[in-house]
């Protein structure tokens, strides 16, 4: 039995690298690609959950973990922030040694024997840089130094070309520097691995950033930073192959799975889902707007308003600081003068209140940076409200019995919520004159009483990208700039599985949380009970050597 190098490509869109490869300019991934067992991976509805690095992290999907984003909602004060991981990994669950490098929402206080380092340049970590063994980390940075992309893994860079330029080169200075620490820590530091888990995010924070210059229909293709775009894409792809030829050269004795659980594609939810929908949910219930457009958005040519290049969509967000904030103290840059003073007053009445102050931690990160949260302190006197999101639309009912304040009695939680599907079914793109709603889906948990916090009672999948909400009662509520240009709706994952005694060849679909029991099974471990999914191997879907089948029975 070899052992395992598993590379997991986060955000990796398959269909630029089928083009890129085709052009000759993906030489590493080609090759791996053409001796490998392939399949193309759906990760199904649970990738709305924004939870792709938990579902590997964990190997559970979210109805057998029972958490549906990574948003909490107490319903006891009203208060919400961004929860960490909640499970144990799954390395530590097995015999082999493993080593892991920057898996996002990989928890190394709870795999105590599994070594590496997390959390040092991942995009969504879900926790605060650590490492097995704990000095691990200082010789890591004596010997490599910090991330060095820090500054573009989550950039708004569309506005500026200049600005486009600067955090292409970044991430592929972060794909470089990463591919060093990673044989580091196989080569020297570990060599006597079982499990290689290698976390890879540049391909994700580029195409959330740069979608623009890939995409010829996307609004804002037309703009100077497109060129660069596309061309900054196309360089952390080629980097990202340089890394993949390194390990894999390196490695040669091992097993080769290389996988993404799923693709990306243009963003459809940061104005929506932070913005539009808890301004319409706001009007709903007092009649009235907390939030207008101004009148340099709401004038742009086209309904689209462009930032100028100085220009910041939201306020920079706390990544992982360990701080006490206020929600007064953030208030969006982006809200007219009237609103913000407004939204002081109401908070400086709350003085005393427990949900004026959120503490940020590890486990509990501040979403003020998001629009949907300043409407925090409305939601204990509105029948329904939406909660932050980074991808679908996310109401929750203020349900009498399950919160503090609820005002909504069992007996009418489904007329409320048909109400509010009405509400949103009228919601229009003035642009093209289409519904801006494309489904609504319920909460997973029948009795909604026993909603788990991550879980809300309706999930808005949006139609389109929509920068404005035309409603016949409630007006118009934006337009509003894009933010991030790409997101997660990309249709598909893949994986690459390449060894001696494993077929090579188009294998079909398959659930991206095949992954893991995969893994398991490369290995000759038994799959504990807890685990989602079944092994891309099984029923028969490669040849495999007798000795392999009576390893895996």
Not at 32 to 46: C, N, P, Q, V
Not at 365 to 385: E, G, H, T, V
């Amino acid at each position: 039995m070899s052992r395992v190098l598993a590379i997991s490509l986060d955000g990796y869109e398959s269909t630029i690298a089928e083009e890129m490869m085709a052009a000759g300019q993906l030489p590493a991934l080609a090759r791996i690609r053409e001796k490998s067992a392939r399949f193309t991976l759906d990760h199904g509805s649970a990738k709305r959950t924004g939870l792709g690095a938990e579902h590997l992290s964990s190997g559970m999907s979210p109805k057998d973990a029972n958490r549906w984003s990574s948003i909490y909602f107490d319903q006891s004060s009203y208060q919400v922030f961004q929860e960490g991981p909640r499970f144990t990994p799954f390395p530590s669950k097995m015999a082999a040694k493993s080593v892991v490098f920057d898996l996002p929402y990989f928890d190394l206080t709870k795999a105590p024997n599994v070594r590496g380092v997390c959390a040092w340049g991942a995009h969504d970590a879900g926790t605060e840089v650590s490492s097995n063994p704990p000095e691990l980390l200082n010789e890591l940075l004596d010997k490599h130094g910090p991330y060095p992309a820090k500054d573009s893994m989550y950039a708004v860079a569309w506005p500026s070309p200049e600005r486009c330029q600067i955090v292409g080169a970044e991430l592929v200075r972060g794909v470089e520097k990463r591919s060093n620490v990673a044989l580091w820590l196989l080569k020297e530091r570990f060599p006597d691995w079982d499990l290689a888990l290698i976390g890879v995010c540049e391909a994700h924070s580029v195409l959330e950033a740069f979608w623009h210059g890939y995409d010829k229909q996307h609004p804002l293709h037309h703009l100077p930073s497109a060129s660069v775009a596309g061309e900054g894409i196309l360089n952390v792809y080629k980097a990202i192959d340089r890394l993949v030829g390194r390990l894999v050269s390196a490695f040669e004795d091992a097993t080769i799975v290389i996988f993404s659980m799923h693709g990306m594609g243009p963003n459809n939810s940061d104005v929506t889902s932070m913005a539009l929908l808890p301004e319409l949910m706001h009007r709903h219930e007092f009649g009235k707007p907390f939030f207008r457009s101004p009148h340099k958005w709401a004038s742009a040519a086209g309904g689209i308003p462009i930032l100028g290049e100085s220009e910041i969509w939201d306020v920079e967000i706390p990544q992982m600081k360990t701080v006490t904030q206020s929600v007064r103290a953030v208030v969006a840059p982006w809200i007219p003068k009237p609103v913000k003073t407004r939204l002081k007053r109401i908070l400086r009445r709350q003085d005393g209140d427990a949900t004026e102050t959120v503490t940020v931690t590890e486990r509990k990160r501040s979403l003020q940076w998001i629009p949907a949260a300043r409407y925090q302190p409305f939601w204990s006197k509105m029948r329904a409200f939406a909660l932050p999101s980074f991808y679908d639309g996310r109401i929750r009912i203020n349900l009498i019995g399950r919160e503090r304040d609820g005002l909504v009695p069992l007996n009418e939680y489904e007329a409320c919520c048909e109400q509010i599907s009405n509400v949103l079914n009228d919601c229009r793109n003035p642009i093209s004159g289409e519904r801006v709603v494309d489904s609504i889906e319920f909460g997973h948990e029948s009795d909604p009483l026993a909603r788990d916090p991550s879980e809300v009672d309706m999930n808005i999948v949006w139609k389109g990208s929509p920068l404005a909400f035309e409603h016949p009662t409630y007006g118009m509520i934006g337009p509003v700039p894009y933010r991030r240009t790409g997101g997660h709706t990309g249709l598909f994952g893949m994986a690459y599985i390449a060894a001696d005694k494993i077929a090579s060849g188009d294998l079909g679909q398959r659930s991206s949380f095949d992954i893991v029991p995969t893994l398991f099974d490369l290995l000759g471990e038994r799959l504990p009970q807890n685990i989602s999914g079944h092994s891309l191997l099984a029923a028969g879907a490669v040849e495999r050597t007798p000795s392999w089948e009576t390893l895996s029975a």
